[in-house]
T-cell receptor, first 113, second 115 residues
């Protein structure tokens, strides 16, 4: 069965600093990997996804992630944090064929002025 | 783009009553719908998978008689919380895979509060 681990339930950065949110996955077959952002009392918004094409994936709002098979990682980065980036971020994995998504425990990003 | 409309966004009900949550795919046919529950400050946990025209598949530990899922058409899936209790208070989110967009489309969620 596939799973994801997000290291760090909270990450704090200053506005303008690098954002790095970690995600490691476990899957017996090549996975599909996703990053979602959630604002309070709202649904999930897709930031980016990896579906076996380019390993460096660029998403919305300046975010990107790199699929590293050797490290079983799919870390999310953004060069310069903005106050509006403060939210909950979820890494998720699924198998090809769009089977169920399995979510990590989430990382709350805090951005200070 | 693919849109899943989820209603209601918020509902407060009395203990012992039932609540129905609807998810409609507006511009595509959703043969599959995933239903998730999210407790405060926690992750999304899959409750069940519904497929149009067949019985839903429930995850281990989810009471199928309490959480009734119906997927009678390619554009509508419903979750009914029967005999709701305060411990059922949660945020419920539906999601449909969308192969054209190579991803999943999520509803905006329903905040259920049982008093």
């Amino acid at each position: 069965a596939q799973s994801v681990t997000q290291l760090g339930s909270h990450v704090s950065v200053s506005e303008g600093a690098l954002v790095l949110l970690r995600c490691n996955y476990s899957s017996s077959v090549p996975p599909y990997l996703f990053w979602y952002v959630q604002y309070p009392n709202q649904g999930l918004q897709l930031l980016l996804k990896y579906t076996s094409a380019a390993t460096l994936v660029k998403g919305i709002n300046g975010f990107e992630a790199e699929f590293k098979k050797s490290e079983t990682s799919f870390h999310l980065t953004k060069p310069s944090a903005h106050m509006s980036d403060a939210a909950e971020y979820f890494c998720a994995v699924s198998l090809k064929g769009f089977q169920k998504l399995v979510f990590g425990t989430g990382t709350r990003l805090l951005v200070s002025p | 783009g693919a849109v899943v409309s989820q209603h209601p966004s918020r509902v407060i009900c009395k203990s012992g009553t039932s609540v129905k949550i609807e998810c409609r795919s507006l511009d595509f046919q959703a043969t599959t719908m995933f239903w998730y529950r999210q407790f405060p400050k926690q992750s999304l946990m899959l409750m069940a998978t519904s497929n149009e025209g067949s019985k839903a598949t429930y995850e281990q530990g989810v009471e199928k008689d309490k959480f009734l899922i119906n997927h009678a058409s390619l554009t509508l899936s419903t979750l009914t919380v029967t005999s709701a209790h305060p411990e059922d208070s949660s945020f419920y989110i539906c999601s449909a895979p969308h192969q054209v967009s190579d991803g999943y489309t999520f509803g905006s969620g329903t905040r259920l509060t049982v008093v």
